[in-house]
């Protein structure tokens, strides 16, 4: 009886524990539905989804950016916790591919640590998008932003790169993740590099070497020396655990 609940204790906990996400959630700027170009931004309300490293909750009030029928980011729970790590580890002269709705740049100016911001960016509209949708000139730190319209893929900076946030897919878990992170770092050479969807591609990577879960800090570290990329969290011996429950949250939400 008393080892029956124990059990059902640690069961518990461990659905409490799936609850929480593991890092601080991202501030959300206040936004208006809005339409330019192929662009929109519309508000949808009442929705439970899955979150990254969390279980099913509120994703409301929720606000989706499309272009056409491809949807590019929301701020859903999977969203949200998914970039969260990327702000925390945001500091000197950071850089963020792929602007998407503003959010991480929101959160990643507000930081002492952070002295200057550039964003890199394809589509013009989306930028003009973001100036109609949030009105981001009176964010705090805007004034460290420097916005350049150029392709992730080939853009070089004209001076030394301490952070480095790559979000240019539509879709986690992105076939390309690899090659296209691989492809930047070899242009930007930042000191510290995450990828947004990297804990998907780190258990990919464990399967095709062969190796049985749980994952481990030192599989990770293999993970970063292989790719070339100096990945964020590679000292952190929680993290390969939460990349194996962004897998499993990321597999049942597609």
């Given at each position: 009886?008393?080892?029956?609940?124990?059990?059902?204790?640690?069961?518990?906990?461990?659905?409490?524990?799936?609850?929480?996400?593991?890092?601080?959630?991202?501030?959300?700027?206040?936004?208006?539905?809005?339409?330019?170009?192929?662009?929109?931004?519309?508000r949808?309300?009442?929705?439970?989804?899955?979150?990254?490293?969390?279980?099913?909750?509120?994703?409301s009030?929720?606000?989706?950016?499309?272009?056409?029928?491809?949807?590019?980011?929301?701020?859903t729970?999977?969203?949200?916790?998914?970039?969260?790590?990327?702000?925390?580890?945001?500091?000197?002269?950071?850089?963020?591919?792929?602007?998407?709705?503003?959010l991480?740049?929101?959160?990643?100016?507000?930081?002492?640590?952070?002295?200057?911001?550039?964003?890199?960016?394809?589509d013009?509209e989306?930028?003009?998008?973001?100036?109609?949708?949030?009105?981001?000139?009176s964010?705090?730190?805007?004034?460290?932003?420097k916005?350049?319209?150029?392709?992730?893929?080939?853009?070089?900076?004209?001076?030394?790169?301490?952070?480095?946030?790559?979000?240019i897919?539509?879709?986690?878990?992105?076939?390309?993740?690899?090659?296209?992170?691989?492809?930047?770092q070899?242009?930007?050479?930042?000191?510290?590099?995450?990828?947004?969807?990297?804990?998907?591609?780190?258990?990919?990577?464990?399967?095709?070497e062969?190796?049985?879960?749980?994952?481990?800090?030192?599989?990770?570290?293999?993970?970063?020396?292989?790719?070339?990329?100096?990945?964020?969290?590679?000292?952190?011996?929680?993290?390969?655990?939460?990349?194996?429950?962004?897998?499993?949250?990321?597999?049942?939400?597609?």
């Open positions: 009886m008393e080892e029956k609940l124990r059990e059902l204790i640690a069961i518990a906990e461990e659905l409490q524990q799936l609850q929480i996400s593991p890092y601080p959630l991202l501030k959300i700027p206040e936004y208006q539905e809005r339409r330019h170009g192929q662009w929109v931004l519309e949808q309300d009442g929705i439970l989804m899955r979150g990254y490293f969390t279980f099913l909750q509120s994703a009030p929720n606000y989706v950016l499309r272009k056409g029928e491809t949807v590019w980011m929301s701020l729970p999977m969203e949200l916790e998914s970039q969260a790590h990327h702000a925390i580890a945001a500091c000197g002269h950071t850089v963020i591919m792929g602007l998407g709705m503003g991480l740049l929101y959160n990643v100016i507000q930081k002492d640590s952070v002295r200057q911001v550039t964003v890199v960016e394809r013009p989306i930028v003009e998008l973001l100036y109609q949708i949030a009105n981001p000139k964010w705090t730190g805007w004034d460290k932003v916005i350049v319209i150029a392709d992730a893929l080939n853009w070089k900076p004209d001076e030394p790169v301490d952070f480095l946030s790559v979000d897919w539509s879709k986690l878990g992105d076939m390309n993740l690899r090659s296209d992170g691989q492809r930047i070899n242009h930007v050479q930042s000191q510290q590099v995450a990828l947004w969807g990297q804990e998907l591609d780190f258990i990919s990577f464990l399967s095709e062969g190796y049985e879960p749980p994952p481990t800090l030192k599989q990770y570290q293999e993970y970063i020396k292989t790719i070339e990329i100096p990945l964020i969290e590679s000292q952190n011996p929680n993290y390969p655990g939460y990349c194996l429950q962004a897998t499993s949250q990321a597999m049942e939400y597609n």
